[in-house]
């Protein structure tokens, strides 16, 4: 499981409270947090092109391929 927040979103606390109890819950796949300093919610649909959307959209492709750079 890959969880994105954004370090400037008021629902960032969310994310990292969903990883926690999902290790908690003795799901037996592996979770990461990816956390995107300086941005809002939803950033990298406002500005597709910024250095941490493309950085965000790399870790989701390297994900899925299981690549995990």
């Keep these: 499981m890959l969880v994105f927040v954004a370090e400037e ?3 960032r ?3 990292w409270f ?3 109890k999902l290790k908690e819950s003795g799901w037996k796949g592996d979770v990461e947090i990816v956390e995107s300093q300086g941005e809002l919610h939803a950033f990298h649909l406002r500005n597709p092109d ?4 493309v950085s965000m959209l ?3 492709a ?3 391929s299981h ?3």
Excluded: I, P, S, V
């Design 9 to 11: 979103d008021m629902l």
């Design 13 to 15: 606390y969310r994310g």
């Design 18 to 20: 969903y990883c926690k």
């Design 50 to 53: 910024c250095e941490n959307a």
């Design 58 to 60: 790399k870790k989701t």
């Design 62 to 64: 390297a994900f899925f």
């Design 67 to 69: 690549d995990n750079a």
